[in-house]
């Protein structure tokens, strides 16, 4: 059959001209194409064609050759699919990534990278890493390492983490964090580099970096001990004066004994350091690490060891280091460490203190514990001092507590009354008035100053004075019972805090018990004060209602509390013009005095004067308005019936012949009520005689009777004679 079978249809279209060129006997390289199966389906094939001719030359056919290449394309679609994911996952990364070649040729840079360093990727691929992104310090330092990686395979800085210098494209410098990967590429060595920028973490660390760079200082100043040893057997060859001096060992003795370093080695210490020597020592490694030795003395004295991995002709031939001594410092991050400690205690003392319901003497023996425990002291106690019946100072055992082996003094009756003076604490009693603390060795003090604490077998202490209010109150002491110990100046500022909450706590304890005592006050004189007297907040709601109101409506104080008043005691017409007078006195306008009725419980009804007026907030904002009021329902039937009485009388007066009058006992005989008959009988109304308003009682008289009716007037008021 014709090979046009096996075509698909694009391919017969090349058919014609493959055929020619076969015809004049010229060869066909093989190329990839598609052909189809019997069953119809295409499978990719190499085909190559050649022209065959006879033993004359004649070309009498064509030879093709087939080869199925269906794998090998599954394998480069396959190849394809991971390399489009591999370079997703570099374009994605958050790290920067640098790919180089082994003339250190950059030959992939992600955009990460391109942020980092400031090159676009197309400007920088094919550039030398060394020109490009690493300062011209370490550019020489760089090529003899992949030189030297290239000719011996060796690169003590690949597959670790490692901190570097980089440089940005505008020549800043920074520090970074690198990890190098040697990778073969196409069967030719390559590098990968993944590095990121760590210019923020090193900031966060430069506390620590000058700590270190301060000992580093030392060592380039040989302030340490300079040594060196063999490598396999740490057997010290050489070291310097410095270390008689450091540990009060003669030098003799670091090269006569073989195991010397490890025999003086803090037994803590001595395990883990030789085997982290040894490792790396064997990775050939420089290395530095911190341990302690025993002195000659007993003491432990901190060292930083530095060491220096010494290779001649690829082999560790000796190590040789400094040691630095840090005991300092590690005393002062034992020093923080325990500040710390305390300072949480005194947050705990704090919300024991000031945010319990309960008084400051029910918190005190946990805040106690915690203070012990976080300044790891023998005992701690409170004193408090008070004046004695003979006029001078005296000092009471409060509180202790004691750690686990401590005898407590608690019990100890001569603590119950100290006569500071009588006991030679006048200096102590100078000093912590003054707010200053007393700290040191017990057996430092003066002779009449330990007797009275040599009893609690204490060795170091401190004492803080506690003032309450701005005064002095007493103090809070810390006993070390177990070893000499030197308070730092860190400790003792703790202290000193801890000290100033149980003086807050003590005060305001003082201030609460003031506020009750003050309530209690103020509670008993408005119970006991005749008049009503009523709290409400903004909204009218009730929030005091003393005994005369309960005494007067029915209702208990528990029974209205929180109820608005206007619901529970107002009649339904008045309500209305009360919550108006709510809303002047909420606004500011007080005093407000009106009158209004009350509900009783039993339903009666009662007629009461009341006077507003409110608290106001640190704003000027009222808060409270205070409701003062008296009954007035009997005052009020009484002036009504007065009223009443009056008004009949004035109806019979008036109906009586001749005038009624009263009047006062003066000359002008000033008149306070005229009847009406007054018009009838001297033709004046009553209105112009009341009060001598046009003329008085005595100028109605006739001028020569005047003095007569004057003094029979009188003579008659003093025999109390009608007249």
Not at 398 to 418: N, S, T
Not at 446 to 463: C, D, F, K, N, Y
Not at 528 to 541: S, Y
Request: aromatic content about 8%.
């Amino acid at each position: 059959q014709s090979i046009a079978i096996l075509l698909p249809p694009d391919a017969l279209a090349t058919m014609p001209e493959a055929l020619a060129n076969l015809k004049q006997g010229e060869r066909i390289d093989p190329y990839e194409t598609e052909r189809i199966r019997k069953d119809g389906t295409r499978v990719a094939v190499s085909v190559a064609y050649s022209p065959v001719r006879d033993a004359h030359g004649t070309l009498i056919g064509t030879s093709s050759i087939y080869r199925d290449i269906s794998a090998h394309k599954q394998a480069e679609a396959t190849i394809r699919e991971r390399e489009a994911q591999t370079a997703a996952i570099v374009a994605a990364a958050l790290d920067c990534i640098v790919v180089i070649d082994g003339d250190g040729m950059i030959t992939e840079f992600n955009p990460a990278a391109e942020q980092t360093f400031g090159y676009r990727r197309d400007e920088i691929l094919g550039q030398e890493l060394a020109k490009t992104v690493i300062p011209p310090a370490e550019r020489d330092r760089h090529r003899r390492g992949l030189a030297r990686y290239l000719t011996t395979g060796e690169g003590p800085l690949l597959n670790h983490r490692i901190e570097v210098t980089a440089m940005h494209a505008d020549g800043m410098e920074f520090p970074a964090e690198l990890a190098i990967a040697p990778v073969s590429l196409n069967g030719a060595p390559a590098f990968i580099g993944y590095l990121r920028d760590i210019t923020e973490r090193q900031q966060a660390e430069v506390a620590l970096r000058q700590s270190r760079q301060s000992y580093r200082d030392l060592v380039h100043a040989i302030d340490g001990i300079v040594w060196e040893a063999e490598a396999d057997t740490v057997h010290f060859t050489f070291v310097s004066d410095q270390a008689e001096r450091l540990l009060g060992y003669p030098t003799a003795r670091w090269l006569a004994e073989p195991n010397f370093w490890q025999d003086h080695m803090h037994p803590d210490d001595r395990g883990w350091t030789s085997s982290f020597c040894a490792t790396a020592t064997a990775e050939k490694r420089d290395h530095e690490f911190e341990y302690r030795m025993i002195a000659a003395d007993g003491r432990a004295v901190w060292l930083r060891d530095i060491v220096t991995v010494v290779i001649e002709n690829g082999r560790v031939t000796k190590l040789r280091g400094v040691m630095v001594d840090i005991t300092p410092r590690k005393r002062h991050e034992q020093d923080l460490l325990r500040r710390d400690a305390i300072l949480q205690a005194v947050r705990f003392a704090g919300e024991r203190f000031l945010t319990s319901t309960t008084t400051w003497e029910e918190g005190v023996p946990q805040v106690l514990e915690q203070l012990g425990r976080a300044s790891d002291v023998s005992r701690v106690y409170v004193f408090e001092k008070y004046r004695g019946a003979d006029g001078a100072l005296w000092a009471t055992q409060r509180f202790e507590w004691v750690a686990p082996g401590i005898a407590p003094q608690i019990d100890d009756p001569r603590l119950g009354a100290i006569s500071l003076e009588a006991a030679g604490l006048a200096r102590w009693t100078n000093a912590l008035s003054r707010g200053e603390l007393l700290h040191g060795h017990v057996r430092e003090l003066p002779g009449i100053e330990r007797v009275p604490v040599e009893a609690g077998g204490p060795l170091s202490l401190v004492l803080v004075p506690i003032f309450v209010d701005g005064a002095w109150w007493g103090v809070i002491g810390f006993d070390e019972c177990t070893r000499e110990r030197d308070f730092s100046a860190m400790e003792r500022d703790a202290l000193k805090a801890a000290a100033d909450t149980l003086g807050a706590a003590i005060g305001r304890d003082r201030a609460n018990q003031d506020l009750k005592s003050e309530r209690d006050f103020s509670s008993t004189v408005l119970d006991t004060v005749g008049a009503l007297v009523a709290v409400m907040d903004r909204q009218g709601r009730i929030i005091r209602f003393n005994r005369a109101c309960e005494q007067l409506t029915g209702y208990t104080a528990d029974e209205v509390k929180g109820q608005t008043f206007w619901e529970l005691f107002l009649i339904p017409e008045e309500v209305d013009e009360v919550r108006s007078m709510m809303g002047k006195v909420a606004a500011g306008h007080f005093p407000y005095a009106h009158e209004n009725v009350w509900v009783m419980r039993d339903g009666s009804h009662r007629l009461i004067a009341w006077n507003n007026t409110a608290i106001l907030d640190e704003q000027g904002e009222p808060t409270f308005l205070i409701k003062t009021g008296i009954d007035i329902t009997e005052r009020r039937r009484a002036e009504e019936a007065r009223r009443e009485s009056q008004r009949m009388l004035s109806t019979l007066l008036s109906n009586l012949p001749g005038m009624v009058y009263r009047c006062r006992n003066d000359p002008s005989r000033t008149m306070e009520f005229v009847s009406d008959g007054c018009l009838d009988l001297t033709g004046y109304p009553p209105s112009d005689l009341l009060g001598n308003h046009r003329l008085g009682y005595a100028d109605l008289v006739h001028p020569d009777d005047r003095a007569e009716d004057w003094g029979d007037v009188q003579t008659a008021i003093l025999t109390d004679e009608p007249f």
